[in-house]
T-cell receptor, first 120, second 114 residues
Framework: NAGVTQTPKFRVLKTGQSMTLLCAQD?????MYWYRQDPGMGLRLIHY???????AKGEVPDGYNVSRLKKQNFLLGLESAAPSQTSVYFC???????????????????FGEGSRLTVL | SQQGEEDPQALSIQEGENATMNCSYK?????LQWYRQNSGRGLVHLIL?????REKHSGRLRVTLDTSKKSSSLLITASRAADTASYFC??????????????FGTGTRLTIIP
């Protein structure tokens, strides 16, 4: 199993350009997430999905859109890139939690290796 | 806003020594998780401790949780060079208290000196 795979791993954009980051998981996980990691800021949740066809906003959703058309894929789109979106982006997935409650964020997260995006 | 905050921000120790890092959080939780991140890599889940547990072990890792103080600690015993990494605590939401996302702290950067 490959786990969580992100493409591309590196990308340089000019301000105003658009792009899509692809996340694919082969663990049949229900939940998927997009985070960004910036120095001194830790990881911040952008958007997440609790199942095929559903998405929800996280802590920093502005400037991003997502889609979950297939259970194994979670796409993150930047419609008009800005320098403030220069960051390392991580995709993660998790199983549907069991036992202590069924809230979407109680499971162990499996992360991809990250996508480094630079916006000039 | 950060839910979990790790302390210290950076820690350097000699190989073989024990490393302790702490995490404080703000609101009630139903469990707390610790992750490791090697430089340039994704995060890897280490251990999850539930709110009704006080201590949990996994190999050379020992995690404690004090819900009255809203704090957790991660102890790595007999450190190795391969333990050099950043360590993050993550606090999932408790639906009773309205915290709707899994939030990570800013991490502790651990360096093991050979």
């Amino acid at each position: 199993n490959a786990g969580v795979t992100q493409t591309p791993k590196f990308r340089v954009l000019k301000t105003g350009q658009s792009m899509t980051l692809l996340c694919a998981q082969d663990m049949n996980h229900e939940y998927m997430y997009w985070y960004r990691q910036d120095p001194g800021m830790g990881l911040r949740l952008i958007h997440y999905s609790v199942g095929e066809g559903t998405t929800a906003k996280g802590e920093v959703p502005d400037g991003y859109n997502v889609s979950r058309l297939k259970k194994q894929n979670f796409l993150l789109g930047l419609e008009s890139a800005a320098p403030s979106q220069t960051s390392v982006y991580f995709c993660a997935s998790s199983y549907r939690p069991r036992g202590q409650g069924a809230h979407p964020h109680t499971g162990e997260l499996f992360f991809g290796e990250g996508s480094r995006l630079t916006v000039l | 806003s950060q839910q979990g905050e790790e302390d210290p921000q950076a820690l350097s120790i000699q190989e073989g020594e024990n490393a302790t890092m702490n995490c404080s959080y703000k609101t009630s939780i139903n469990n707390l998780q610790w992750y490791r991140q090697n430089s340039g890599r994704g995060l890897v889940h280490l251990i999850l401790i539930r709110s009704n547990e006080r201590e949990k072990h996994s190999g050379r890792l020992r995690v404690t949780l004090d819900t009255s103080k809203k704090s957790s600690s991660l102890l790595i015993t007999a450190s190795r060079a391969a333990d050099t990494a950043s360590y993050f605590c993550a606090t999932p939401p408790d639906p009773l208290f309205g915290n709707e996302k899994l939030t990570f702290g800013t991490g502790t950067r651990l360096t093991i000196i050979p």
